[in-house]
């Protein structure tokens, strides 16, 4: 089967906000309480959508959900009208004000996790919706984002939409974060590799590991895997404890390529003979391991070099990592990155994008993506209103610059106008989308 893979980015909403509700997320702990600018951030996202349909490369998009959360307020015991509720949950319970205006859907790759029709027993694409519970801010989201990937696969003869896990530890599940697929070409039967942080029941002090073993396995036996293709391995203790809050913060992989750092793994050797048993002949794998001499698991996470983008790039016989500025400007992962794609190995060129807004609250370029793999037909299958051009681009910049702050602070969640402003700009770019029916 002829397929490419499709990012589907997060836009980011007008509630962008420097909250600190990510407990493990270093970058979101550090720039806690400083002054945001969603204004710039929607647009730094859209740019790097820009960016890849002019190599070539096919680009959707996934609305912002409804913010502020009135349902989580309303559980809360907040009523009244909507700025009854936004004044007094203000005063009274400000960091739930907080986590009912995270903008922390704009990370898609926490989404969903996705398996392709190539892989699954029905010949569908399977997308099961992420319940993010661990962390309060995060998992309130799945109803939403349930109903926008509804959506948006709604041919049910070519895709199969689940909802979310139950909301209990035992099944913690951070979506694509922790999940890649490896393989001779896109349309080609895939090596699904799933990335668990602790089994069900077990408990650790310190960083939360957000994924189970129990999830990831429910997932795969929904999604119709075969056993023999399918992987479950452990992420590292030592890469949670150093602000790895998900598996795609130390690794990284499209096609035959799996790139990673060498504390990425509980046993990085056995997951790369596990890998290679599960490809059989199909693929010979290529993995690059970042020595932790070379760069230290600290310096891999605070500039984001595994949270970029790999990709096959139009037109190039070698791969490119998509990375954020920030690995450019930090002395050991610059030096890595010249290094690589001076020889001769599978990653052939390091371009360098501007998310610094996502970034100073935890993401780089591959949070704020979906990867989808899919075949022509089931593109053209897709609700046509999130396929982006560069048109489509400029008209959602368009309202972004019309309807979004260009300065937020913490304490401006608590002004009623401005759920009444976030409001107008989520209605304004799902009319753009053709997504009314999501208000």
């Not at 204004?39 to 349909?53: F, S």
């Not at 790759?109 to 699954?120: E, R």
């Not at 500039?303 to 791969?319: A, H, I, K, T, V």
Request: with cysteine.
């Amino acid at each position: 089967m002829s397929a490419r893979e499709v990012n589907f980015d997060g836009l980011i909403g007008p509630s962008h906000n420097y909250g600190g509700m990510s407990e493990g997320n270093l970058a979101s702990a550090n720039n806690a309480g400083d002054v945001s600018n969603p204004r710039e951030a929607a647009v730094q996202g859209l740019e790097k959508m820009r960016m890849l349909i002019r190599a070539g490369l096919t680009q959707g998009v996934l609305p912002p959900l409804p913010r502020p959360n009135f349902d989580l307020l309303a559980a809360a015991g907040f009523g009244g009208s909507d700025a009854e509720i936004v004044e007094l949950a203000g005063k009274k319970a400000p960091k739930l004000l907080k986590a009912a205006y995270s903008a922390s859907s704009m990370w898609a790759a926490n989404a969903a996790t996705v398996s392709p029709s190539g892989d699954t027993s029905d010949s569908r694409l399977h997308l099961t919706a992420a319940n993010l519970s661990t962390m309060l801010h995060r998992s309130t989201e799945h109803p939403d984002m349930t109903a926008a990937l509804v959506s948006i696969f709604a041919d049910e003869d070519r895709f199969a939409v689940h909802g979310a896990l139950p909301a209990h530890p035992d099944f913690a599940d951070e979506g694509a974060a922790n999940h890649v697929r490896l393989c001779a070409e896109h349309g080609a039967p895939g090596v699904e590799l799933f990335v668990f942080g602790r089994d069900a029941g077990e408990s650790a002090v310190g960083f939360p590991a957000r994924q189970t073993r129990l999830a990831s396995e429910s997932i795969a036996r929904a999604h119709g895997l075969r056993d023999s293709r399918t992987l479950f391995v452990r992420q590292s203790r030592t890469a949670i404890e150093a602000g790895a809050f998900h598996n795609d913060v130390v690794c990284v992989g499209t096609l035959d390529t799996l790139f990673f750092h060498e504390q990425a793994f509980d046993d990085s050797e056995a997951v790369l003979n596990a890998i290679r048993e599960a490809a059989g002949d199909d693929f010979e794998l290529k993995p690059v391991m970042v020595p932790q001499e070379e760069v230290p698991l600290e310096d891999a996470i605070s500039s984001y070099l595994f949270n970029s983008q790999l990709l096959q790039w139009p037109g190039e016989d070698r791969l490119v990592l998509l990375a954020p500025l920030e690995t450019q400007e930090t002395e050991s992962t610059r030096a890595f990155c010249e290094a690589m794609v001076a020889g001769n190995g599978p990653i052939g060129r390091v371009q360098y994008v501007d998310v610094r807004q996502s970034m100073r609250n935890g993401g780089g370029p591959a949070c704020l993506r979906l990867r989808v793999v899919m075949s022509d037909d089931e593109i053209a299958s897709v609700h046509p209103g999130v396929m982006l051009d560069e048109t489509k681009i400029d008209a959602l910049q368009g309202i972004v610059r019309r309807t979004y702050r260009d300065r937020l602070t913490p304490a401006d969640l608590a002004d009623p106008q401005f759920a009444n402003e976030c409001q107008i700009a989520r209605e304004a770019l799902l009319e753009e989308l053709g997504l009314s029916s999501l208000v």
